[in-house]
């Protein structure tokens, strides 16, 4: 079955970097882009950015460029989100989702808490 | 990209029917039949519920569906149930080939 698998949490400090992982099974991995998802305390869901698993191209959106960066590790199946200089801003949920068509997100993995606090 | 807009809670006895809206504009919702909803239990991963306007994935119940006119989705839950309670969020293609979502809907079952 299809599984996406996130690394765990992170207590982090301002300025510090973190690479949250997110691997793939039960299908073939660059059949699917992979997209990442963000929640703040309280807040709603906010989409990041995609990487494309066939060429590894990242696009990202307005708010998420600079500091991240998306990457791919093809032969086992993983993908990654760097996040550098971190900000207590940036303590929050990251989600990888898995995506079909036009960015419909069918599985998700888990979650991943990154706590940036001093 | 702003988010589409949502409003904050809706809330339903059990059986009724509920809609959610999901406001956007041209560049968005309006522009493209790509309009997704997700159902996010709190400590959960979000669910899939309805893609590309009105399709409901394998799985999904049929009191879930989705329709859209002009710029603005929505998402209507008949026969509400206990467990419908959640926050529900929509999500569109945009014209910068990224995707935005929606601010959420806390849905309250009465």
């Known amino acids: 079955q299809v599984q996406l698998v996130q690394s765990g949490s992170e207590l982090k400090k301002p300025g510090a970097s973190v690479k949250v992982s997110c691997k793939a099974s039960?299908?073939?991995?660059?059949?699917?882009?992979i997209n990442w998802v963000r929640q703040a305390p309280g807040q709603g869901l906010e989409w990041m950015g995609w990487i494309n698993t066939k060429t590894g191209n990242p696009t990202y959106a307005q708010d998420f460029t600079g500091r991240f960066f998306v990457s791919l590790d093809t032969s086992v199946s993983t993908a990654y989100l760097q996040i550098s200089s971190l900000e207590a801003e940036d303590t929050a949920v990251y989600y990888c989702?898995?995506?079909f068509g036009s960015g419909n997100f069918d599985y998700w993995g888990q979650g991943t808490l990154v706590t940036v606090s001093s | 990209q702003s988010a589409l807009t949502q409003p904050a809670s809706v809330s339903g006895s059990p059986g009724q029917s509920i809609a959610i809206s999901c406001i956007g504009t041209s560049s968005d919702v309006g522009g493209y039949n790509y309009v997704s909803w997700y159902q996010h239990h709190p400590g959960k991963a979000p669910k899939l519920m309805i893609y590309d306007v009105s399709n409901r994935p394998s799985g999904v119940s049929n009191r879930f569906s989705g329709s859209k006119s002009g710029n603005t989705a929505s998402l209507t839950i008949s026969g509400l149930q206990a467990e419908d309670e959640a926050d529900y969020y929509c999500s569109s293609y945009t014209s910068s080939s990224t995707r935005v979502f929606g601010g959420g809907t806390k849905l309250t079952v009465l």
């Open positions: 039960g299908y073939t991995f660059t059949t699917y882009a």
């Open positions: 989702a898995r995506a």
